[in-house]
């Protein structure tokens, strides 16, 4: 034994420890995700069952999702204030979504199983999905028509169902009408508002011109207003159609209550469905998670704008970062000479890699919001002000500060595939009469381009999670209207932008019912770990593949 | 084409080329140094934000003009509304003389409701928001003021209509009866708290009473009564006479000075069985008497300036038995001559104080700053009076002449004390370290000590160190020397990938499901930290000596860690099922209570969680830079090693640790960088609670996570918002630091490498 200790043979053993610890850690977290992301879309079963404490005289039926169980001690759950048999040790607790926040505010309650009986999957149990107040959990009963009972039992669940596509039609409508087309008129009377403000200013215009100017801006805004009432008499002969519509629902202990089609997003029959049922359900789901609007303080809905947002601003932070990193890089390879200089930019690339992510956001917030955009705002959006144009926090900042933030990666990458190309290529331009510029041009950067792409796809993947610097300069929890829509200038860069990341941080700890809210968390975890796992590899295969290359070339 | 003709075509071409090249040649030169120039225009842009907390307030003559209302009177209040367009003087010949102060023209005077027979013998102001003051009588009646600006705004801009109203009674009814006998009030003071107006004196003979106005609103009809009470107070002790009285805004304290160079403070929350509850002698040479007696802002801090012009604070803090002592607090810069006048700040605890000779400071009670001393005229001056925006300074002389000076001061409360030393802040006992930035009352002062967040800065990084160096370091020597290439070539990108991992989704998962997991699961956690280690030398025995050889050969050398991943998850699922059974067992079925009850501190959110969660994102950090210096151990050290006898372990130990030791000490040095600045993970999986200790199971607030948490909040350019811009340099500085020193440790390694 004592020969085996010496041998070093267990301490080699323990360094293999280390390393598979942390490849366990590693995995574990990306399938938790992965599994935790994915099952949120899954219909999975509603159970029902009796559920009576020692305290209870009458057991209460209690219908809903069980979302996870955990073996407690019984003295953990006494202190806790569950009351668990004396003599009892361990115990087993369920944690339901019972939904139906509109009826009962505890939408997420534990049980203990030792006091549930009679657990069953009901054939005809529903889940809506609403526009308000979460799921609902229940039984149809009536299906309504301007307030009649026009079916009840199973042909209410029929004519229900048949009803949905046309109702979330009819949703749809008046969601585009208040999105886009109210949005646009919103938009530009509010530019003629900033524009009349202007006249009132300016001190070049004589008094005829001022006046034309009013009134034909005046005129223009009547005009709108006008088509302004027009689309929402339009959209309330919408509203009024879908308003007719109601069901009457029973819950598992035998509460009543009707609830409007008009909030009624999806509805599912999950143990009547098959598992291709359930496949074409989860594909659904899926699909409007991806593309839909969040509501309920973002702890429900899609999170389009966070996607939307998030590529947008890496987007732009590419054109920043690209040429500025790739000049950098340049520069130091094949420019400059070594010396104090260049291990002075080098200290400084290591550390603009070291500074806090942090710091930025604050150097971002002053230097870019306040001093360059407050300035920009006193030359040319005088007229809005006092309310800020560029000098509050937007995502052309947000992509200025991380193209600061992920500089250092383009550079130390694109470096990298410089040092691999040969000095053969280079003395062969030169001899040939090439300028040092045209080398550069014509062979140097072409061969290193994967390179540089390598740089760039971490560099995005570096920026597309980054949090804290983005929490200062321009992203918002809930942003009204996304920086890219229809209206002149398209691209609104001025504009605060939603992030995937910080939609995680948001949903997960900043939202009043955090349990609610934990599946979607996961869920927009996993598009993100997706989206830089995704990117990563990329990157590392672009890599491996060119080093294969140039240890080809070189050989 | 003849060569005439090509030759300067050519020669043109050339030139262009050439152009081209130089062009070329300045834009990338432009651009490299623009990296240096970015980092220092980030310092250099933090510094500047953070420079203007420290300099000092600016003082500049602005104007000088008689008192308006004649200078054969004298003041007894001053007062400047907030957009110093509108002041008002009120004389001791019974006017208020309301008047533009840039000019010193008079808007309007009013007679105060005093009948000409009767001398104004004494005058007190409440707290200066209130806009309250109590002139004392020789009838032994108290006139009770209250001056408004009444502002309205215009097209032209804001108008005034000022006037004095009677906020108890009416005109005709504004005089209290104080003293029954008519004797002279030598000492009044006013005070409005919650419940409505309390007025104190004392007359000519020493005796105290004091009268209560108590405002109630009926419910029913919405119409305020003003019930008035008055009591006897207890005298002081003999022999002395009261010269000055100060009552709180809480109700609950009155305040006496004597002429003895006494304080005594009285228990007057029933004032029908008031008390006194302390006396103290309050000026420290023996011959010195008290010239001046002001409380701060909210009623709790006490300066008071004596005739040998020493200026010092007091406060009353309760003591063992429960009784509020005066206590002494700390002292200011004295004054050449005694201190004639004290005027406290509107919005902030800072005061200013006039002397005999002409001298006025400015000073700020916890920064220990006294941003102003200067010499305004050669006269006396008997009073100082500040705008509430404090930015115009009135000091009137004994001649009534009034110095009118512009002011700057806007961060006195921001020092190097205030951040880095004990502070004894109002309400507390002794000097403590703390930051509180903001709170709900207007009489708040914001708390700045640097040192609890940068204790949970540096709290949070020991423990995701203490987690991550051990596992990073073994891993990086293993992969680097002892791994298959295989194997190796599936790590790598998977430690990349952990790096790559966005910290939110770390603190996220930290947050909502390992904190609720450990809590849930405290002996688990202890115990898989003992099994795992014993678990994995017992497979390395079981492995290498009782397997027999054909099974082992089934798996190369080189693959010990892929060996060791099920061993882990078995011992990981082990310790969790029997946690709840070893909670029985040894903590009496709850661990947390155990804690709890050993006196042991447990926030589920605590720095084990951080430790673990930082820990995940330093690691990857650390092993690629030490699996780097490690795997470019020169060759031939190693193999000379090896041939010499030694055994792969010995050579590790020996040989290449301690050649990488400079490149393992830089990747530790870099790793500690990130855990320093990490802000997300500590944002979402700690409380955030601004705590200094080192408490494993506690939380804690870091430099990072404050900035991210109050930086939004923060109004721009005041005190608050510079302070977090100090932070950010604060972290930025320390990352400088360790990262400037790995990077030339490594430049160093790098060129030892390639010599040997």
Known sequence: MNKWFKSGTPWIWLNAGAVATSLVMVFGLILMIAVNGLSFFWPSNVAQFDYQTAQQSEPTRVMGEFQRSETMTAQAMRDAGFDVPEGQEIVVRHLVKRGNRDLDSRDFRWYLEDFMTDREHPRDAVVLERLQWGNFYGFVREFRVDGEAVATGDEARARFEAIIPETRALVRQIEHIERVEIGRINFRIEQIRIALRGIERATDLSIEERAGREEELSAERGELEEQYAELETQRNELRNELRRYTILMETADGAESAIALADVVNAWWPNDMSIPQKLGHYVHTFWEFMTGYPREANTEGGILPAIFGTVLMVLIMSIVVTPFGVMAAIYLREYAKQGPLVRIIRISVNNLAGVPSIVFGVFGLGFFVYLVGGNIDQMFFRDALPSPTFGSPAIIWASLTLALLTLPVVIVSTEEGLTRIGASIRHGSLALGATKAETLWRLIVPLSAPAMMTGLILAVARAAGEVAPLMLVGVVKLAPSLPLDGNFPYLHLDRAFMHLGFHIYDVGFQSPNVEAGRPLVYATALVLVVLIIVLNLTAISIRNHLREKYRADSD | MSTDTIAPRLAGFQRWRRTKDRSARYMIGFFGLAVVGALTLMFVYLLSETLPMFQGAQLDPLTEYEAPGGADTRTVHLAVNRHREMAVRITDDRRAVFFRPGSGEIVREQELPIPDDVRVTSFSAAEPRTRLVALGLDNGQVLAIQYEYNESFTPEGREYDPQVVFPVGDEDSALLDIDGDGHAISVVGIQRGSSGIRVAAA????????????????????????????????????????????????????????????????????????????????????????????????????????????????????????????????EFPAHAAAVTNTQPEYIRKGFLTADETGEIKIHYPTSQRTLVERQITDQALHRVYVDPRNRLLIAIDEAENWHLQRLENRHPEVSFHVLWQKVWYEGRSSGDYVWQSSSATDEFEPKFSLIPLTIGTIKAAFYAMLFATPLAIMGAIYSAYFMSPRMRTLTKPSIELMEALPTVILGFLAGLWLAPFIEANLPAVASILILLPLSMLLMAFVWTRVLPEQVRNFIPAGWEAAILIPVILLVGWFAVTLSPLIEIWMFGGDARQWLTDNGITYDQRNALVIGIAMGFAVIPTIYSISEDAVFNVPKHLTQGSLALGATPWQTVIRVVLLTASPGIFSAVMIGFGRAVGETMIVLMATGNSPVVNFNIFEGMRTLSANIAVEMPEAAVGGSHFRILFLAALVLFALTFFVNTVAEIVRQRLRNKYASL
């Open chain 2, 203 to 330: 007359n000519d003979r020493g005796d105290l009473r004091l009268a209560t106005f108590e405002e109630t609103t009926s419910m029913m009809t919405g119409e305020t009564q003003v019930r008035r009470s008055a009591y006897d107070m207890p005298a002081l002790p003999e022999g002395s006479t009261p010269t000055r009285i100060l009552l709180d805004i809480t109700g609950r304290i009155m305040l006496v000075g004597d002429d003895q160079g006494r304080l005594h403070s009285y228990d007057i929350r029933r004032p029908a069985s008031a008390k006194l509850e302390d006396s103290k002698r309050v000026i420290r040479s023996d011959d010195a008497k008290v010239t001046s007696l002001e409380y701060l802002l909210g009623t709790v801090s006490i300066i008071v300036g004596g005739s040998d012009g020493s200026v010092t604070q007091y406060m009353l803090v309760r003591d063992d038995g429960n009784v509020n002592r005066i206590t002494r607090v700390r």
